[in-house]
C-alpha cells in the first residue's frame, strides 16, 4: 500500500511543468486573453510532442493509455500556468466517451487523431449535471439534433463534439448549425454556446456514459484549481519575502505569512483528495462518484480562499493586471461554478450516500 | 499509488481480525473488563508497545506504519479498547528509547507499557505557555540531589500519576534554552501540592501543581544536564502526532451523520433539512481529505508540508463537527450534566468546549501556523525583541 505519486507520475508532472513554463508562459497566456485568439494551436502541438491528447486513449489507438491520476496531474500543471487548451474536451472528455460508449468503428475514426492531437473535440455536457439555464437543452431525434447548449467546453474550433441530450444521452457531432462565444471571467478558455437546428449526430451506446463523464470532468477541474491555487499560494510566499515595508519584509509579520500558513493547510489536504479522486475513478468504482463531488466541491471552497488571500497578501499591486495574477484568480472563479457550483454537487454528494431524497 | 494490501498485509488484517474474534468478551462498551490485563495481552500479541525492543517490556516488532495502520482500524471497526495511552506511553517511552540512560530505560519503560506506573507532564507553567523555554521552576544543587522549586500548570492526570517529567531550570547563568534539564521523579515526594484546575467543561481535566523544595536525585535527569530543551522537543514531536488522528474524527463524523438521521424535528429528520446536510456534506469532503492526507504522510517522502498540517487542520476540523452535532440539536444542543433529553451524555458539548482546548493546548494554533510558514514555505521569522 502506498499512497503517493509513482516515478513515472513524477516525471509526467515534472516533463509537463517544464515544458508549460515555455509552451504556456505568462506572455503567451496574456497574447491569447487578450488578443481574444479562439484558440492557442501552438501550445497544443507543443504539449503534443509530449503525447498529452493521448493520455486516456487506449495504446491500440494510438495513445498512452494512461489513467486519471495522470490526467489529473496533467491538469493540475495546465492550471498550474492557467494554460489556454482544449484538454479536458479533446483529451478527457472525448476519448472517455468514445471509450465508454463509442462502436468499434467510431473509436478507430476519432482516437488515433485525437491522440496526436491532429483533431481537437469539445464537450457540451453542461445541461443534464448542473441544470439547464434560459431555456438551454438538447433534444434528439431520428439522429438529428435541435436545442442550445450553454456553458460547451473546448468547442471552439473543434473537429468533433460530444454532446449531452435532455435525458443524458450522449452524442457525437461534427458540428453544430452556430456557435457563439460566452464572454466568462476567465479569458483563458473559450466558452461557447451551441445551436443545434438538425445537425447530424450519433448515439453513444452506454447509458452510464454521462455519469463517469461527469466524475471524470469534476476532477479535472479540481485538479486543475489546485494547481492555480499552487501558483497562487507561491506567488503569494515569494512577495511575502521580498517586499519591505517598515524596515521589514512582509513576510515577517505574522499577520501575513499566518494567510500564507492557512492557504498551505488548507491546500495541502486538498491535494490528497483529489489524488484519491483520480484514483478511485480507475480503481474504486462504488467510491468514484461522491469523491469525485467532493474533490470538486472543496476545492471551490479552498479556491475561493486562496484566489482572494493570495491576492490580499500582495496588497494593492495585487489587484492589477500588471501581475497578471488575476487570470488565476478568475480560472479558479470559473472553475468554483463550471458544471455545478459546490452547493449543487454537494447535494448530489449527499444523494449518491442515501441522505438526501 | 496503489491502495491494495500485499498478501503478506492482508494475512496480517486477517490475524488482527481472529485476534479481535476471540477476545471479543475481553470487553464492554469500547472499555476493557481488567485494562491492566487487556494491556498485558496487547503487549504479548503485539497490539500494544508493538515496535518497543522486548528487553523493556515491548513487543519487539520492527516499525511497520502499514501494520501499525491496520491495527488502529481494525481495533476502531471492532468497537475494541485500544492499548493503554497516556502521556508516560506516548512521550516518555519514546524519549527514553531516544536519549535516556540504559538504567533508565530499564527501570520505568516495561513497567510504563504495563500500565503500572502512571506519569504526568510537568512541562508548561503560568510564564511559559508558547514560550516554554522561559520556564522558570528551579533546580537547586544540594548535594546529590536538586531542591526543586516553582510551579507547573496544564498537567493533566497530575493527581493519579505516580511520576512525573519534569522541566526545570539547573543552569540559571545559561542562555534561555540551554538552563533547561529533564527529570523523573515521583508524585509522593514531599513538597509536591496538586490542585485541580476545573475547566469550561466543568471537570478538572488539569491541574496546578507546586513545588517547594522538592529533594530529587541528580541521576534522575534523562539526556543530560542542560540538554532539557532538545530532549524535550523529541517528546513534543511525538505529543503533536497524537493531535489531529483522522481516525478518531472520521469515527466521530459517522456518529453525526447516524445523529442527524436519527434526530427529529417537528417529525422531519435533521438530515432532510438542506442546510443541515449541506454544512454536513463540507465537513465530509474535509474529513476525507484528511484522512487521505494522513495516508499520504506515512508513505510519501514528498509529504513534508502536508505533515506540518495535521494538528492545525485536525483539531480544528474535530471541532466542527462537534459545532455542527450541537447545531443539528438545536435547543437539545444546550442541554449538559445530566437530565432528561440529553443527548450523547453531553458528549458533543463537552467536545466542544474541550477540543477548542486542543486547539491551544501542544502548540497553539497561531505557533502552528509559524511553524508551517516558517519550516513549510520558508518565511522569515520573526524577529526577536531585545530582551525576550
Known sequence: MRFALSEDQTLLQDSLTKALADLSSLDRVRRFADGGEATAPDIWAGLSELGLPGLLVPEEHGGLGLGLLEAALAAEALGRVVAPTPFLGSAVLAPLALRLGGSDEQKRAWLPKLADGGATAGAAISE?????????????????????????????????????????????????????????????????????????????SSNQALDRL??????????????????????????????????????????????????????????????????????????????????????????????????????????????????????????????????????????????AA | ??????????????????????????????????????????????????????????????????????????????????????????????????????????????????????????????????????????????????????????????????????????????????????????????????RPLKTMTGHAEFNEVFFTDVRVPQK?????RGRGWFVANTTLKHERGMLGDPNATEARLKALIELMKSETVDGHRIIDNPIFRDRLMQLQARVFSMKFNGLRTLTDDTAGLARLVVKLQGCELNHQVAALAIDALGELGILYHDGPHLRAKGGWQRNYMFDLGLIIGGGTAQIQKNIISERGLGMPREPKTVGA
Request: with cysteine.
Open chain 1, 128 to 204: 443534464p449535471i448542473a441544470g439547464a439555464r434560459d431555456g438551454a437543452g438538447v433534444t434528439a431525434e431520428g439522429g438529428k439534433l435541435t436545442g442550445k447548449a450553454l456553458f460547451a467546453l473546448d468547442a471552439m474550433a473543434a473537429d468533433l463534439l460530444v454532446v449531452a441530450d435532455r435525458s443524458g444521452v450522449l452524442h457525437l457531432a461534427a458540428k453544430a448549425d452556430a456557435s457563439e462565444i460566452l464572454p466568462s471571467i476567465d479569458a483563458t478558455r473559450r466558452l461557447t454556446e451551441l445551436t443545434f437546428r438538425g445537425a447530424p449526430a450519433e448515439a453513444l
Open chain 1, 214 to 355: 461527469r466524475d471524470a470532468a469534476w476532477v479535472m477541474i479540481a485538479a486543475d484549481t489546485l494547481g492555480a491555487c499552487q501558483t497562487m499560494l507561491d506567488r503569494a510566499v515569494e512577495y511575502a519575502k521580498e517586499r519591505k515595508q517598515f524596515g521589514r519584509t512582509i513576510g515577517s509579520f505574522q499577520a501575513v505569512k499566518h494567510l500564507c500558513a492557512e492557504m498551505a493547510a488548507e491546500l495541502e489536504p486538498a491535494r490528497a483528495l483529489v489524488w484519491y479522486a483520480a484514483y478511485a475513478f480507475d480503481n474504486a468504482p462504488e467510491e468514484a462518484s461522491l469523491m469525485a463531488a467532493h474533490a470538486k466541491a472543496h476545492t471551490s471552497e479552498i479556491g475561493r480562499f486562496i484566489a482572494r488571500t493570495a491576492t490580499e497578501v500582495h496588497g494593492g499591486i495585487g489587484m492589477t493586471d500588471l501581475l497578471g495574477l488575476h487570470y488565476w484568480f478568475k480560472r479558479i472563479g470559473q472553475n468554483r461554478q463550471l458544471l455545478g457550483g459546490p452547493e449543487r454537487v454537494r447535494e448530489l454528494a449527499a444523494r449518491m450516500q442515501g441522505l
Open chain 2, 1 to 194: 499509488m496503489d491502495l491494495t494490501l500485499t498478501p503478506e498485509l492482508a494475512a496480517f488484517r486477517d490475524e488482527v481480525r481472529a485476534f479481535l474474534e476471540a477476545h471479543k468478551d475481553h470487553h464492554k462498551d469500547g472499555a476493557p473488563n481488567d485494562p491492566k490485563a487487556w494491556q498485558r495481552t496487547l503487549i504479548e500479541a503485539g497490539y500494544a508497545a508493538r515496535t518497543i525492543p522486548k528487553e523493556y517490556g515491548g513487543y519487539g516488532a520492527e516499525p511497520d506504519i502499514l501494520k501499525g495502520r491496520i491495527i488502529a482500524e481494525e481495533f476502531i471497526a471492532a468497537g475494541a479498547p485500544r492499548g493503554m495511552a497516556g502521556q508516560g506511553i506516548s512521550m516518555l517511552v519514546p524519549t527514553l528509547l531516544e536519549v535516556g540512560s540504559e538504567d533508565q530505560k530499564r527501570q520505568w519503560i516495561g513497567p510504563t507499557l504495563r500500565g503500572e506506573v502512571i506519569w504526568c507532564q510537568g512541562y508548561s507553567e503560568p510564564g511559559a505557555g508558547s514560550d516554554l523555554a522561559n520556564l522558570q521552576t528551579k533546580a537547586v544543587e544540594d548535594g546529590e540531589d536538586f531542591l526543586i522549586s516553582g510551579q507547573k500548570i496544564w498537567t493533566s492526570t497530575a493527581a493519579q500519576a505516580d511520576m512525573i517529567f519534569c522541566l526545570v531550570r539547573t543552569e540559571p547563568d545559561a542562555a534561555k534554552h540551554e538552563g533547561i534539564s529533564y527529570i523523573l521523579f515521583p508524585m509522593n515526594t514531599p513538597g509536591i501540592d496538586v
Open chain 2, 220 to 224: 534522575n535527569v534523562v539526556g543530560g
